[in-house]
């Protein structure tokens, strides 16, 4: 489909930032559950943890969007042929996001902490296989829309290009994961331990995805007056 996109890529700074607080989410996540697994306040770090990975997975939904946005509502525009990408499963990062921060809360006032925190698990999972491959979707955007403009393509852009590919696929595994572990934790079987396991697993990927986005969008930025 035809598809307008922007001259200057100077908006992606606020995606660039998003990443970066997006990968901030991912460790603050890890760190929180190692602290849980050293026996510190395992409930309480059950739910901040869920609690933070929510407002990660809204920030980097909203940063993707904010790409997306840029890219299909320009302030200038030239159009650029673009076929088979979209921002499918991007809606998922809102929702799940926004469902774990409530699961996260209500864990944190003693409410069923080990049961909804691994509700909110599974969830995470799902939203992250959806959304696996949005990150590349945008790479794979953004690259198009340098070649219509005979714009060579750099060695970052390349560098990017196999982060974002990677991220991917990372995604669906980490997300697959975090399903699994989720259902068995609900099932009871040692569930706090593994929630925690997944919890890594999730913030580990959430900081290669964060990451990706980061170099994704950098790598195509130019200054303001450039065309």
């Known amino acids: 489909m035809a598809m307008t996109v922007s001259d200057t890529t100077s908006r992606g700074s606020v995606a660039s930032y998003g990443g970066f607080v997006d990968a901030i989410g991912g460790v603050a996540t890890i760190v929180l559950a190692i602290v849980g697994l050293a026996g510190i306040r395992p409930d309480m770090m059950l739910a901040i943890a869920t609690i933070v990975f929510g407002v990660a997975l809204l920030v980097e939904g909203g940063s993707i969007m904010s790409e997306y946005a840029n890219i299909i509502f320009p302030s200038g525009a030239r159009s650029v042929a673009v076929e088979n990408f979209g921002g499918a499963g991007l809606s998922a990062h809102f929702l799940v996001g926004a ?3 409530v699961l996260g809360v209500l864990a944190l006032l ?36 340098l070649t219509a403009e005979g714009q060579p393509v750099s060695g970052s852009a390349i560098l990017a290009n196999g982060m974002a590919f990677e991220s991917a696929g990372a995604l669906t595994l980490a997300g697959l994961a975090g399903i ?43 200054p303001a007056d450039q065309r």
């Open 99 to 101: 469902a774990g921060i």
């Open 110 to 145: 003693g409410i069923a902490t080990v049961t909804l925190t691994s509700i909110a698990l599974i969830a995470f999972g799902a939203a992250m296989i959806l959304s696996s491959g949005s990150v590349w979707n945008l790479h794979q955007m953004k690259r198009a829309m």
């Open 180 to 222: 699994v572990l989720g259902i068995l934790a609900v099932a009871g079987m040692n569930s706090v331990v593994l929630i925690f396991a997944a919890l890594i697993a999730l913030g580990a990927t959430l900081v290669m995805s964060g990451t990706s986005l980061t170099a994704t969008v950098a790598s195509f930025m130019r």
